[in-house]
């Protein structure tokens, strides 16, 4: 049983194109993320939802809309996509939002924009 | 700025020996310290954390140590096996922080050869 599910694994697109990325958690956690960890392995926050509501929103181009129709999923839809939109996404999620809570970590999304 | 700096970047040895991963932070207040191994390929998996009051906290052949004092942190792998060739990261968390805005360092990669 995959506690925190990603769809696809890998996305190959060609820039302009809009495109989806899928995240599911059955941990029962309130708090879901998304992360870009870019080519040189450095991984950076993008968004936090807790509960469905955005708590973290990391200066992120606004072509990035995060969608959360229950705690239990975070959607990433990336609009008019460019060629640095090319990283491995990673979808997280915690039992709550306080600092101390262990984040788990899907597989991760490997985004190629051509 | 809050920091965590990682060293060294990457790491090789040999199966069956041990090795000391560094990890310093400017993270003030201060409210925990994690370590995740990351494999290639997969998402970063929770190895240990520890709190300010906590000085060592152990995860099977992972030791990882904390000195709140000096900002400082290690992870001691014992006895390497070719499956700890991975990255590790330090992800420290503010006190008044949320687990999303938690500073990743930028991580060490360890290759252990046969």
């Known amino acids: 049983d995959t506690a925190v599910s990603q769809t696809p694994k890998y996305l190959v697109t060609q820039m302009g194109n809009d495109k989806s990325i899928k995240c599911e958690q059955n941990?029962?956690?309130?708090?879901m993320y998304w992360y870009k960890q870019d080519s040189k392995k450095f991984l950076k926050i993008m968004f936090s939802?807790?509960?469905?509501?955005?708590?973290i929103n990391e200066t992120v181009p606004n072509r990035f809309s995060p969608k959360s129709p229950d705690k239990a999923h975070l959607n990433l839809h990336i609009n008019s996509l460019e060629l640095g939109d090319s990283a491995v996404y990673f979808c997280?999620?915690?039992?709550?939002?306080?600092?101390?809570?262990?984040?788990?970590f899907g597989a991760g999304t490997r985004l190629s924009v051509l | 700025k809050n920091q965590v700096e990682q060293s060294p970047q990457s790491l090789i040895i040999l199966e069956g020996k041990n090795c000391t991963l560094q990890?310093?932070?400017?993270?003030?207040?201060?409210?925990?310290l994690r370590w995740y191994k990351q494999d290639t390929g997969r998402g970063p998996v929770s190895l240990t954390i520890?709190?300010?009051?906590?000085n060592t906290k152990s995860n099977g052949r992972y030791t990882a140590t904390l000195d709140a004092d000096t900002k400082q942190s290690s992870l001691h792998i014992t006895a390497s096996q070719l499956s700890d060739s991975a990255s590790y990261i330090c992800?420290?968390?503010?006190?008044?922080?949320?687990?999303?805005?938690?500073?990743f360092g930028d991580g060490t990669t360890l290759t252990v050869k046969p």
């Open positions: 990890c310093n932070y400017t993270v003030s207040p201060f409210s925990n």
């Open positions: 520890m709190t300010f009051s906590e």
């Open positions: 941990l029962g956690h309130d708090t």
């Open positions: 939802y807790n509960n469905k509501e955005l708590i």
């Open positions: 992800v420290v968390s503010g006190l008044l922080g949320v687990s999303g805005k938690s500073t």
């Open positions: 997280a999620s915690s039992l709550t939002q306080g600092a101390g809570n262990i984040q788990y």
